[in-house]
């Protein structure tokens, strides 16, 4: 399973999919972002939430989680992996499950070719 870290990342991030802890930093955003889009309602949802978030991106919180301080420097931000949470423009436009579908096929198919091959050396 791959996890890109937030801060290597370009572009908007995509807002299709959520996992929201319940901690004061994530409800201040959620507050922040909800009161922005009722004020304009020209305001496209995703770019709002990207202005607010990018007020401070970095540093990470450490060097193994791949998490970043993001916000308010106090909110932990990740990017879920698209493997498990594919959106539909990675799903659909960019084929994105022929590559899951070969990759965790070969991840189940190699040990089952493996236990195949050890029986039949044993057994010839």
Same mark, same amino acid.
């Given at each position: 399973?791959?996890?890109?870290?937030?801060?290597?990342?370009?572009?908007?991030?995509?807002?299709?999919?959520? &996992?929201w802890?319940?901690?004061?930093?994530?409800?201040?955003?959620?507050? +922040?972002?909800?009161?922005?889009?009722?004020?304009?309602?020209?305001?496209?949802?995703?770019? #709002?939430?990207?202005?607010?978030? &990018?007020? +401070?991106?970095?540093?990470?919180?450490?060097?193994?989680?791949?998490?970043?301080?993001?916000?308010?420097?106090?909110?932990?931000?990740g990017?879920?992996?698209?493997?498990?949470?594919c959106? #539909? &423009?990675?799903?659909?436009? +960019?084929?994105?499950?022929?590559?899951?579908?070969?990759?965790?096929?070969?991840?189940?198919?190699?040990?089952?070719?493996?236990?195949?091959y050890?029986?039949?050396?044993? &057994?010839?």
């Amino acid at each position: 399973m791959i996890f890109l870290s937030p801060l290597i990342v370009s572009g908007a991030y995509n807002i299709g999919i959520f &996992h929201w802890r319940p901690t004061e930093s994530a409800k201040k955003l959620a507050k +922040q972002w909800k009161e922005m889009l009722l004020a304009d309602d020209k305001i496209w949802d995703q770019n #709002g939430f990207n202005d607010i978030l &990018h007020k +401070q991106l970095g540093p990470s919180v450490d060097d193994e989680s791949r998490l970043v301080y993001a916000f308010d420097g106090k909110l932990k931000m990740g990017i879920l992996p698209a493997s498990i949470f594919c959106s #539909g &423009h990675t799903y659909f436009v +960019q084929v994105g499950f022929v590559q899951l579908t070969i990759f965790n096929c070969l991840k189940y198919l190699i040990p089952i070719f493996y236990v195949l091959y050890r029986c039949f050396l044993l &057994h010839n």
